[in-house]
Each structure stands twice: as structure tokens, then as C-alpha cells.
């Protein structure tokens, strides 16, 4: 095979000031990996479907480090000769996959990069919400001691954790609290009732995971048919001393019904590490209450993680390069590839 292009892109819009855009420096490494396995690369931040045309139009991989929502139905179109997309990442929610498939774009991502650190950031905020970590805390704080009104919620051991969306990440969660002496139940349509039994959850179906279970996780992908998957209907069927936790993606959860079910008690406690708009208004009626944690979308970050997510994209641009599939491609069923260089 002859030259293999690969654009990086950082960035879809101009970042305003003071909010973190996922942009990252391309380590001297990666470049030096990169050459030596015959990849030509190039960085550009690309803020418009302009720029991308300038840049990347004659790409064969694009690739992104970042939450970049620039790679839509108007500007996929753009890329004439690129025949793979390549995210960092297991969400892919910020890119137009149909319009990819569409032009026999393959769309890769890397969730092995980011398993581990969503499965022990989902179990944290478990953690910090039923022992009520953070009132805790702050009680002490602000000059006080003993139990004061944030007690424990529940006891771990005997409890029910529903799984909602039963992928490589709920899988990690379910075996890591194992030794908790739970029990496990998942919804999950794409996933066959033997392999949840494999990975010792049961399951049932939506409803009967949120009657059920103590404790609410949602590892599902973001689609237009699980949007707002947790409304007011189902929030309103979850025990009341229930507690909702999300790693996934914000959109996920309808906050409107969320806030009402926070302050209203319809469930005990939620703990978010993604938000429908991030960063939130500063007027968000979330922000305001005490039976809410809420962490800034850093559940795929830990302290190789950087060096962790380089590598697993370096090993997909290598792959490709050399006509192998990647590890992970979402669209692989659905997709005629336009990539010549790709292997049957």
C-alpha cells in the first residue's frame, strides 16, 4: 500500500474562556510511532467545516482526542478520501455515524482506553452517595462532628445494583462490586440473557430493573431511542430510597424530571459524571442541591490516562495502516468500507 494520511483533529468550535475543551498536545512519541510504522500525520485544530476541507479533505484517517462536535452530516461529506474516523473513547454520540456509513466511513473507537477508569469513577460515586460521603464532609467543614442528617443510605452487601446498558464497562462495575455481596440485575437488548448470566447479573426488563434495584447505573450509549431513557415515568417507579448514577452521557437522563424527583423524593440521591449541557448553567437547580454529586465528565481520566488513550488510538491508526481492522469499529455490520486498504 502507498502513503497513509491522517489528519488529527482537536477541537470543533472556538473554546470559550476558562472551559476545558478535551484538546490535548500530541506527545512527540505518537509522532515518532507514527512515522516509523510509514503513517504521515498532521495536527489541526479544525473549528469549522472550512477547515476541515483545508486540512483534512485528503485524509484517510481523521482522528479525535476530544468531545469535538464537528463531524456532522454537512461536513462528513467534506472528506473525500478519508475512509475511516477514528475517536478516542467508547462514546461516539459526537459524530454523525449514519452520515459516515452512508459514504462507507468506518467510525473506530477505543473503549479499552477508557473502561477501567468509567467502571472505578462509576464506583466511587456509588460509593460517595449511599455513605453520604460529601455532606459528611462538609458537615465536619463547617466546625461540626457526628452523624448530623447525612447518615449511610444503605448497606452495600444484600442490595440490588440495576445495570442499564450491560457493556464491557457495567460488565467491569458488576465484577468489581462483586465482593460486596450484591446482587445484579441488567437491562441491556443487545446483549443475550446468557452472556449477562456469564458476568453474574440477571435479566429483566427495564421496569423490573428500576422497581427492583437499590442502585441505578446507566452504561447504555447514547441514540435517539435511549435519549432521556430515565424520564419521570421511570424515575417515578425506582424505589424512594433509590440512588441514580450516571457515567454515560448527560442527554441520558431528563434533568427537568431528575430535579423534581431529587427535591420532591421520589428517589433518595443521584450521582452525575455527565450533564445534558457541559459544562451546566451556573443556575443549574441541580448545582443547588445537597442530595446531588455531580463530577466534571472526568470518569475516563486517571493517571496514565493520557498516555493510556494515545496508545490505543496509535494501535488503530497502526492496524489500519497496515489493511487490519481495528479492534472496535461501531458501523462494521452496516458499512460497504470506501477504504480500499481495509481487508475483507
Known amino acids: 500500500m502507498g502513503s497513509f494520511k491522517t489528519v488529527l483533529i482537536a477541537i470543533g468550535e472556538d473554546p470559550k474562556p476558562g472551559i476545558h475543551t478535551g484538546a490535548q498536545e500530541l506527545p512527540e512519541w505518537v509522532t515518532q510511532h507514527l512515522e516509523d510504522h510509514g503513517i504521515d500525520n498532521a495536527y489541526h485544530p479544525c473549528y469549522t467545516g472550512k477547515d476541515l476541507e483545508k486540512y483534512a479533505s485528503d485524509a484517510d484517517v481523521?482522528?479525535?482526542?476530544?468531545?469535538?462536535?464537528?463531524?456532522?452530516?454537512?461536513?462528513?461529506?467534506?472528506?473525500?478520501?478519508?475512509?475511516?474516523?477514528?475517536?478516542?473513547?467508547?462514546?461516539?454520540?459526537?459524530?454523525?455515524?449514519?452520515?459516515?456509513?452512508?459514504?462507507?466511513?468506518?467510525?473506530?473507537?477505543?473503549?479499552?482506553?477508557?473502561?477501567?477508569?468509567?467502571?472505578e469513577h462509576t464506583i466511587a460515586l456509588l460509593l460517595a452517595a449511599v455513605r453520604n460521603v460529601i455532606r459528611q464532609n462538609q458537615w465536619v467543614k463547617s466546625g461540626h462532628w457526628g452523624a448530623h442528617d447525612a447518615?449511610?443510605?444503605?448497606?452495600?452487601?444484600?442490595?440490588?445494583?440495576?445495570?442499564?446498558?450491560?457493556?464491557?464497562?457495567?460488565?467491569?462495575?458488576?465484577?468489581?462490586?462483586?465482593?460486596?455481596?450484591?446482587?445484579?440485575?441488567?437491562?441491556?437488548?443487545?446483549?443475550?440473557?446468557?452472556?449477562?448470566?456469564?458476568?453474574?447479573?440477571?435479566?429483566?426488563?427495564?421496569?423490573?430493573?428500576l422497581r427492583e434495584s437499590h442502585f441505578v447505573s446507566v452504561h447504555c450509549n447514547l441514540t435517539p431511542e435511549t435519549e432521556a431513557i430515565i424520564g419521570e415515568r421511570e424515575l417515578r417507579i425506582m424505589r424512594k430510597d433509590a440512588i441514580l448514577v450516571n457515567t454515560a452521557r448527560g442527554p441520558l437522563v431528563d434533568e427537568k424530571a431528575l430535579y423534581e424527583a431529587l427535591s420532591e423524593g421520589w428517589i433518595a440521591a443521584a450521582a452525575l459524571d455527565v450533564m445534558d449541557t457541559e459544562p451546566p448553567a451556573p443556575d443549574s437547580p441541580l448545582l443547588r442541591l445537597e442530595n446531588a454529586i455531580i463530577t466534571p465528565h472526568v470518569g475516563g481520566m486517571s493517571g496514565d490516562w493520557p498516555d493510556r488513550s494515545w496508545r490505543a488510538l496509535c494501535r488503530a491508526l497502526v492496524a489500519m495502516s497496515q489493511g487490519r481492522w481495528p479492534d472496535s469499529v461501531v458501523n462494521r455490520e452496516a458499512v460497504r468500507p470506501r477504504a480500499e486498504w481495509l481487508k475483507p
Open 151 to 209: 447518615r449511610p443510605i444503605h448497606d452495600l452487601e444484600g442490595s440490588t445494583l440495576g445495570l442499564i446498558g450491560f457493556g464491557r464497562i457495567a460488565q467491569l462495575v458488576a465484577r468489581k462490586l462483586a465482593a460486596f455481596e450484591m446482587s445484579f440485575v441488567a437491562y441491556d437488548p443487545f446483549v443475550s440473557t446468557a452472556e449477562i448470566e456469564a458476568h453474574g447479573a440477571r435479566a429483566v426488563s427495564l421496569d423490573e430493573l
Open 62 to 119: 481523521v482522528w479525535m482526542f476530544s468531545g469535538s462536535r464537528i463531524l456532522t452530516a454537512e461536513t462528513i461529506p467534506l472528506l473525500k478520501e478519508c475512509g475511516a474516523i477514528l475517536k478516542v473513547g467508547s462514546g461516539v454520540d459526537n459524530i454523525d455515524v449514519e452520515a459516515a456509513t452512508r459514504l462507507g466511513i468506518i467510525v473506530v473507537n477505543t473503549p479499552e482506553a477508557v473502561t477501567g477508569p468509567v467502571a
